[in-house]
């Protein structure tokens, strides 16, 4: 969401102005944020309190389960939310429908149509009300993304975008941030690209903090939702005509944001990570 790496605190100041300067670099950060992305950034799962658990549906084989389980847990130590892998709901359908309340994960062979992952929330107003992920096993089967690194960055990745959460950084070729939020050409870091991004980092759980601050007084988890319309919870994601207008792209093309409005404050958000080699194809998105 921002670009701030690391506010620079001059450590003589003297205690009273070391905690004005926090608060105010965590105001100006927030107000970054929310007017740079708040077509996502606002959008928040509905509870009466902290922390409350979103269960993670594994539909995934079994050569996924080890990134599931370390995504689960990575965002589990957040203080405002845990979360839980449960059997999932899927039937092993393609399309990865979604299950009102909670979470899906999939991955299947989607083809080489450009995507690496998805992940997508329904909202009803500003309240997430479920959130699918999809891994493009196509690619996790080519040398170049079937490593530890790309896996675990990209499930953990889409993970967070269903609790609400953007990117921090949507730049490919910097420096590490060291968080699996982070776009990368090099998940694993080393040599100039620095630490590892395959887990959340702290910037991530104070985010977390800031979207659940509030309470609400009903909840969206493990809920159906009324008023819904029964095709927001099985889109076909495999191809961008179905995912509605694109409303973000970075700079270098390789990754969107999709917005399909079902009306009366109902809509489906969809985050694509693109593949490179997309690239080359000359894919319009
Ligand atoms: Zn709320
Ligand atoms: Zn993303």
Redesign the pocket.
Known sequence: MNRVKNPLVNLTASRRSLVILVVTVAVAVFAAATSANHSWGSY?W?RTSNPFTIKLGDNVSSAWDSYLAKASSDWTSSTVLNTTVVPGNTGGARRCPATTGMVEVCADKYGQNGWLGLASISVSG??ITSGTVKMNDTYYAMAQYNTPAWRQMVMCQEIGHTFGLDHQDEIFNNYNLGTCMDYTNDPDGGGSYGPSNVSPNAHDYDQLVTIYS???SSTTIGQSVSGAPAAMGDIDFEGPGQWGREIRKSADGRLSLYELDFGNGHKVFTFVTWALEAKGEGRTH
């Open positions: 928040h509905a500003s309240h509030h309470t609400d």
